[in-house]
């Protein structure tokens, strides 16, 4: 019996490390001090579990064997042993407390977010991620990049099907990232594998984790936290880039926001064509609007109106610029504002205002964008 045992906790041992460590079906190790401990945790646990299994059931197979009537056989009679109540009481006791010191130590180290090198803001809303690089005049959106063709089943799929993004998060190697989660409208979730992290974005709180990742790379993952229609189309990507690409990157994306800026700036005096503009306002709105208001204008009934047709989209243009530019406060209806540049903006409002047989002819060029955006300043 001892000799079988020992046999199974072999064949399990090498079997658990050499083929579920690499398998699909388990978890990963992940990029992370943390992310392996998880996995130590997750393997050590499951070997214990199947060597308690196999024992359990070698023992009940073997007494049905030996101990059969057909042998001759005679139960025993007792009534009760101390000795043995103990016993199945201490040993479950013991393999418990021996599994709950090092998965505390685990769980503790995951909420210690202190002593960060870099603190991000990361803030969930229906369906993108909103990345803010504290003190460091950084941030941006992260949209599902996936063609519309691909997700209409009109073209085939690539690897990174529905787990791609315009914009990656990118972080540092070896250092200490504290990320401060929150939401605009309903509970997401920001998930991970290869970090071992999973924490939700709740609207009008903000949870914190953390992660410092050992290894260069794209690592991938998704929101989970059931939060909509589209809620399988808001992945997560993040660039693992070296200390030293991570800083050449942060001046790189400090100085694209200041060349924008100016961009933005020479346009106040330009008229844009229409046709530019509802080339540009076709793209930005399939990656920003028809999720909600669909690819036909038609929305859906009772969840997000049609723009075809609205009264807002044929009706006064700064409504309409009002509108897109900073939302409808208590409906699912975001503010753009800080989403898009003032001539994207421009753009996408031109094509409403046109497309789907609208055919206003309205052409909204950058300087009404900034007027606008500069009125609501002074009213604040």
């Known amino acids: 019996m001892g000799k079988l045992t020992s046999t199974l906790w072999l064949i399990l041992c090498v079997f658990s490390h050499s083929v579920l460590a690499n398998s699909q079906y388990n ?34 197979f073997w007494a049905l064997i030996h101990h059969r009537k057909s042998k001759g056989a005679v139960p025993a009679q007792f009534h009760e042993s101390t000795k043995v109540e103990i016993l199945w009481t201490a040993i479950p006791f013991v393999i418990l407390i021996a599994m709950a010191v090092p998965a505390t130590k685990t769980l503790i180290a995951m909420e210690d977010a202190s002593k960060a090198d870099l603190t991000i803001k990361i803030t969930g809303s229906q369906w993108k991620w909103h990345y803010e690089y504290m003190g460091e005049d950084v941030e941006f959106y992260s949209i599902l990049s996936t063609p519309q063709d691909e997700i209409a089943n009109l ?5 990174n099907y529905l787990l791609e993004v315009d914009k990656p ?20 979730s920001w998930w991970v594998p290869d970090f071992a992290v999973k924490k939700d974005a709740n609207p009008g709180f903000i949870n914190e984790t953390w992660t410092n990742i ?30 030293a690409d991570f800083k050449t990157w942060l001046a790189d994306a400090k100085q694209a926001k200041q060349k924008a800026a100016l961009a933005d700036a020479a346009l ?68 753009f504002a800080k989403q898009l540049s003032i001539k994207q903006l421009a753009a996408v409002i031109t094509y409403k205002r046109n497309a789907w047989g609208n055919d206003t002819g309205d052409v909204i060029q950058p300087s009404q964008i900034q007027t606008a955006l500069d009125a609501k300043v002074e009213a604040n």
Do not use: W
């Open 155 to 159: 073209a085939d799929k690539n690897p």
């Open 27 to 60: 978890m990963r190790k992940g990029v992370t001090d943390i992310s392996n401990n998880v996995y130590q945790l997750h393997m050590t646990i499951f070997i214990i579990c199947c060597v308690i299994g196999v024992i359990v059931f070698a023992i009940m």
């Open 268 to 335: 106040l005096d330009k008229t844009l064509p229409k046709e530019e503009l509802m080339t540009l306002g076709e793209q930005v709105y399939m990656a920003n609007c028809a999720a909600c208001h669909q690819p036909t204008g038609m929305g859906l009934p009772g969840v997000f109106p049609a723009l075809k047709g609205s009264p807002i989209v044929l009706g006064d243009i700064k409504d309409h610029i009002d509108v897109v530019i900073h939302g409808r406060p208590g409906t699912a209806m975001q503010a």
């Open 169 to 188: 998060l990118v972080l540092p190697i070896n250092q200490k990232v504290r990320f401060l989660m929150t939401s605009d409208d309903v509970i997401h």
């Open 214 to 243: 050992n290894e260069e790379g794209t690592y991938r993952g998704q929101c989970a936290e059931l939060c909509g229609k589209d809620h399988g189309f808001m992945p997560v990507v993040v660039v693992a880039k070296s200390e």
